[in-house]
Nanobody, 124 residues
Framework: QVQLVESGGGLVQPGGSLILSCAAS???????????LGWYRQSPGKQREFVAR?????????SYALSVEGRFTVARDNDKETVYLQMNSLGPDDTAVYYC?????????????WGQGTQVTVSS
């Protein structure tokens, strides 16, 4: 079992950058490295959508939504049991609550565990 806590959201101007973090607490006997991880986002009135994902154990495989490809980078630090989302060239369409998710798998398909979300607002 995994508990996830996101941080790093806030208000940023268009064109700016943010780094989101998601710290995991893994149950005794479990291992963070065994979990594939990902980021999703949800805007008001819209369904939650996929943003980025990273494979277990070492993050060899990454994939991104087309809308963020080339601007966002997902990374994991297994020693710190944390997954990150570096977001550059942010625009108003990136405004959303960002959630991290985890699945006991090599590749993230559908997260089993979710964080509570962190708000990102892109506005001048």
């Amino acid at each position: 079992q995994v508990q996830l806590v996101e941080s790093g959201g806030g208000l940023v101007q268009p064109g700016g950058s943010l780094i989101l973090s998601c710290a995991a607490s893994v149950a005794s006997g479990d291992a963070f490295v065994s979990y594939a991880l990902g980021w999703y986002r949800q805007s008001p009135g819209k369904q939650r959508e996929f943003v980025a994902r990273i494979s277990s154990p070492g993050g060899r495989y990454k994939s991104y939504a087309l809308s963020v490809e080339g601007r966002f980078t997902v990374a994991r630090d297994n020693d710190k049991e944390t997954v990150y989302l570096q977001m550059n060239s942010l625009g108003p369409d990136d405004t959303a609550v960002y959630y991290c998710g985890a699945e006991f798998s090599t590749y993230l398909e559908t997260p089993t565990y979710w964080g509570q979300g962190t708000q990102v607002t892109v506005s001048s």
